[in-house]
């Protein structure tokens, strides 16, 4: 079992930044995908991001060239750096891990990012 806990969303105004961290409870990077997805009301979860065991980094047209996913071994954290929020960006942001063999896929409970002035 691995645990994820999403920090960092809140309020922002348009053109804004954010950095949202994802804390695993233990090292999983080199067997899972991890992932940050969002949710706006009323409508599907989408991937915004994902970085794979190899460290490639992959995005949707609709985020690319402002949000940046990494992460840091040491601390099990993973982080999605957003530069350039809009309004429409608004939604819960959750953190994925994805095991690379099996079915092991995980959720943290997510965090709310606001774009707004």
């Known amino acids: 079992q691995v645990q994820l806990v999403e920090s960092g969303g809140g309020l922002v105004q348009p053109g804004g930044s954010l950095r949202l961290s994802c804390a695993a409870s233990?090292?999983?990077?080199?067997?899972?995908?991890m992932g940050w997805y969002r949710q706006a009301p009323g409508k599907q979860r989408e991937l915004v991001a994902s970085?794979?065991?190899?460290?490639?980094?992959s995005y949707p047209d609709s985020v690319k060239g402002r949000f940046t996913i990494s992460r840091d071994s040491a601390k099990n954290t993973v982080y999605l750096q957003m530069n350039g929020l809009k309004p429409e960006d608004t939604a819960v942001y959750y953190c994925?891990?994805?095991?690379?063999?099996?079915?092991?896929?995980?959720w943290g409970p997510g965090t709310q990012v606001t774009v707004s002035s």
């Open positions: 970085i794979s065991t190899g460290d490639s980094a």
């Open positions: 233990r090292n999983i990077f080199s067997a899972y995908v």
């Open positions: 994925n891990a994805r095991a690379i063999f099996g079915r092991n896929d995980f």
